[in-house]
């Protein structure tokens, strides 16, 4: 029998959520699986996985083959350089010591990248919310001035008006002479 580790689509439509499961490779997307190993869901930003890492490790060292998908996300959570590893100690090129600290120092590396990457969502929500604020309270100054002017008391104003009327320029009408080639194009 041949396993595969698959997504297990469930949600509503155009909301996924997928289940991350170990399954018979004949059985369909949605059916009979062997074991849940976690879930996956792509809503959020970043996507949100949660996985338990032994169990899915043992499937994978067992021979159990991901999808492209989850291949995708067992590499995101490091559990395939982990078995890289395991292969390292495995062959001697490693000490289990040595495989230890390089997966440590992976996995902070990419803890770090993430929070990153949710500072800088955060901040340009922060950004964004805050100019939109302050066009609000702009349009709100103007509103407030426009209703002040249109309730002020009118004053009328005695506007002393200039009876000099400006001179038109006469047209001219004057003939343009002619020259040579225009002479030439006439005949």
């Not at 969502?121 to 002017?149: C, H, P, Q, W, Y």
């Not at 008391?153 to 225009?182: C, G, N, R, Y």
Request: proline share 4%; aromatic share 6%.
């Amino acid at each position: 029998m041949a396993t595969k580790i698959r997504l297990q689509r469930f949600g509503k439509k155009s909301k996924p959520f997928f289940h991350v499961v170990v399954a018979d490779s004949r059985a369909p997307r949605d059916g009979k699986f062997i074991e849940r190993l976690g879930s996956y869901n792509p809503n959020t930003n970043p996507a949100t996985i949660e996985i338990n890492f032994e169990k899915t490790l043992d499937w994978v060292n067992k021979g159990a083959e991901p999808t492209d998908t989850c291949r995708t996300i067992l590499s995101h959570k490091g559990i395939l350089y982990r078995k890289h590893l395991q292969g390292g100690v495995k062959k001697g090129a490693l000490t289990e010591e040595q495989a230890d600290a390089k997966f440590a120092e992976w996995l902070s590396a990419k803890d770090s990248k993430i929070e990153g990457k949710k500072d800088s969502l955060t901040k340009s929500k922060d950004e964004v919310k805050k100019t939109a604020l302050a066009a609000e309270t702009k349009k709100n100054a103007d509103r407030g001035a426009a209703i002040a002017l249109k309730n002020a008391p009118v004053v009328e104003e005695v506007v002393a008006e200039e009876t000099e009327e400006t001179p038109v320029a006469e047209e001219t009408t004057e003939e343009i002479p002619a020259t040579e080639e225009t002479k030439e194009e006439e005949a």
